[in-house]
């Protein structure tokens, strides 16, 4: 990945606290849990709610969006986590290195999303999130190269060639004209 592409966020106690909060209150019995699409057995489902918590939060802080601490049982209905002007986007978490957006199937893109920003968390670190970059819809069903990682085969599509963060900025200014 070229260094030029990560930016990094730095999230502070509080926030790192919200994810903590998010990522228990997706893990509840008592609420019903959210149920997980993990198909590895490497890390628990409060695990993967944290990490993916740490990233939403961080994306957010990025571009100055609340965060939405709610989650739905039923699932998000394919909805985007969050918008930059009227583009859907999606927010991805690899703790692997190096960072490669993952999914199950190719059908697991959500439909109301455009691109998907990929972000890398190291355990050790959590508060540190690399904002590794965004790829496209286009560009990833015609690009993404499929994977086993052992437990299946996945489509895939690595951090280094992903555009930088910064390009939905631009995409952002021009939508707001």
């Given amino acids: 990945m070229k260094a030029s592409h990560a930016e990094t966020w730095h999230l502070s106690e509080p926030r790192m606290e919200m994810a903590r909060r998010i990522a228990v209150g997706r893990n509840s019995p008592k609420l019903g849990r959210v149920r997980n699409k993990r198909e590895t057995k490497r890390a628990s489902d409060y ?60 059908g697991d893109w959500k439909p109301g999303s455009m691109a998907v920003v990929l972000c890398h968390i190291n355990n050790r670190a959590p508060s540190v999130v690399n904002l590794c970059g965004v790829v496209f819809r286009q560009e990833f069903f015609s690009d993404h190269f499929v994977e086993d990682f052992g437990y299946g085969p996945r489509f895939c599509f690595s951090a280094a060639d992903m555009a930088p963060v910064k390009v939905l900025d631009e995409m952002d200014a021009r939508i707001d004209l």
């Fill in 47 to 106: 695990e993967i709610n944290f990490v993916g918590a740490c990233a939403e939060i961080a994306v957010c802080d990025r571009f100055q969006f609340p965060v939405d601490p709610t989650f739905c049982l039923g699932g998000d209905k394919g909805a985007p986590d969050l918008y930059v002007g009227d583009m859907g986007i999606e927010v991805k978490a690899a703790t692997h290195y190096p960072p490669i957006l993952k999914f199950n199937r190719l």
